[in-house]
Nanobody
């Protein structure tokens, strides 16, 4: 079983940057697609970014394209989300999640497809 733990959240001002980390234990992430989701106040949980198990493919929500970058370390034990030019609308609890790799390098954009989740880290962006 994969255990995931996020860190790096906090209270920042609009325009600032944060880098979130998600450390995996109980296994490596080499056979998993990896994603960040977020859930804002009163909102549904939505995908922010996903990286395929191979690391070759990524996908971002339109709202974060050009500002956020998903990455992982070479050992495939830690997932990152670098967030730049933060906006108040980025305020949310951020979750990392992993999905067993599918054939053909595809990945899901839907939270119900993901097998393991962290507890989340709070990000608050003040205006």
């Amino acid at each position: 079983q994969i255990l995931l733990e996020e860190s790096g959240g906090g209270l920042v001002q609009a325009g600032d940057s944060l880098k979130l980390s998600c450390v995996a234990s109980g296994g490596t992430l080499g056979n998993y697609n990896m994603a960040w989701f977020r859930q804002g106040p009163g909102k549904e949980r939505r995908l922010v970014a996903v990286m395929s198990a191979s690391g070759r493919d990524t996908h971002y929500a339109d709202s974060v394209k050009g500002r956020f970058t998903i990455s992982r370390n070479d050992a495939k034990t830690t997932l990152y989300l670098e967030m730049n030019t933060l906006k108040p609308e980025d305020t949310a609890v951020y979750f990392c999640a992993v999905e067993r790799a599918r054939g053909g390098g595809s990945y899901s954009l839907m939270d119900y497809s993901y097998d393991y989740w962290g507890m989340g880290t709070d990000v608050t962006v003040s205006a």
